[in-house]
C-alpha cells in the first residue's frame, strides 16, 4: 500500500524502490482477499477501507459488460482483445479470485450487489467446473462459500481485548470454518465499521460475540464457551 497503490492505481512489482507495471486482475483481487484477511485478524478498520476502495476500482476497471471480469484493466495498454483466462493454472484465475473478494466483501459490507456480482461469476463457471474440478479448484471454494449456509460473527469489546476479546478468537481460530466472516470493534457506533456490527453492542461491559447465519443472529454471549456451544451446534446441524 505504501510503495505499490500510487495516485488511485495498483501497480504489480516493486525492486530497488521503485515500482513498475499496472496491476493485472488478480492482483486487485488477492490484495482484496488478503486484506479482507488480515482485517479479521486484527479488526484494524484501515484494511477494510481499503479493501473497498480496490473493489471500487476492480468493478469499474476490469469489469466485462456481457459479465465477469477481463484479465487487464481499461487503464492499461490497448489490446486487440482483452484477455479473460478463467481456468486456474499454478494460481487461481483472476476471475475466481474476484469472485471470492466480492463475495467475502459483501460479508462484510452488507451490499447485496457485490455478493450478487460474484455469485454470477461463480454459478457461470459451474458447468465446466463440474466437467474438470482440477482446473477449477479456486472456483469451487468461491462456489461453496457461495452457496453457504455462510456464518458472520461481530464481537466487541469496551477496552482490554488481550483479557476480554482473545478466549473468543481462541474459540474461533480452534477449528477450520472457510464460511465464517469475522468483525471487531471496540466502537460500534462508528460508521466506517461493516455493517455486521452496527447495532449490535456490548454486554454487561465486557467482551460480547453476536453468532449470525446469513446475518440472522442468535443471542450475544459474553462467554467464550457459550459461543463454542452455538458453533458447534451450527455444526451438527
Not at 466483501?105 to 447485496?112: A, F, R, V
Not at 481462541?170 to 477450520?176: E, H, L, Q
Not at 458453533?231 to 451438527?236: A, S, Y
Request: aromatic share 10%; proline share 6%.
Amino acid at each position: 500500500l505504501e510503495n505499490c497503490f500510487k495516485e488511485g492505481r495498483l501497480l504489480r512489482s516493486w525492486r530497488a524502490g521503485r515500482a513498475q507495471i499496472p496491476a493485472f486482475l488478480e492482483d486487485y483481487a488477492s490484495l482484496i482477499i488478503a486484506l479482507i484477511t488480515l482485517y479479521e485478524t486484527d479488526f484494524d478498520k484501515r484494511w477494510y477501507l481499503k479493501a473497498i476502495e480496490l473493489s471500487d476500482i476492480m468493478l469499474h476497471r476490469f469489469s466485462d459488460p456481457e459479465g465477469g471480469f477481463f484479465d487487464t484493466g481499461s487503464d492499461q495498454e490497448k489490446l486487440i482483445v482483452r484477455p479473460k483466462n478463467l481456468q486456474d493454472n499454478a494460481t487461481p484465475s483472476g476471475n475466481a479470485l474476484a469472485a471470492y473478494s466480492l463475495l467475502k466483501l459483501s460479508e462484510l459490507t452488507g451490499q447485496s450487489s457485490l455478493f450478487e456480482k460474484g455469485y454470477a461469476i461463480v454459478t457461470s463457471a459451474q458447468k465446466v467446473a463440474r466437467q474438470y474440478p482440477q482446473a477449477f479448484s479456486y472456483w469451487l471454494q468461491a462456489l461453496d462459500f457461495a452457496a453457504g449456509p455462510r456464518q458472520q460473527i461481530a464481537l466487541l469489546w469496551p477496552d482490554k481485548p488481550e483479557e476480554t476479546l482473545y478466549p473468543f478468537l481462541n474459540v474461533i481460530n480452534a477449528s477450520y470454518r472457510p464460511r465464517l466472516t469475522l468483525a471487531g470493534s471496540e466502537n460500534p457506533s462508528d460508521p466506517s465499521i461493516p455493517s455486521i456490527l452496527e447495532g449490535k453492542k456490548t454486554m454487561g461491559g465486557i467482551a460480547t460475540a453476536y453468532l449470525c447465519e446469513d446475518f440472522i443472529c442468535k443471542n450475544p454471549v459474553t462467554d467464550p464457551i457459550d459461543l463454542d456451544n452455538q458453533l458447534n451446534f451450527q455444526i451438527i446441524k
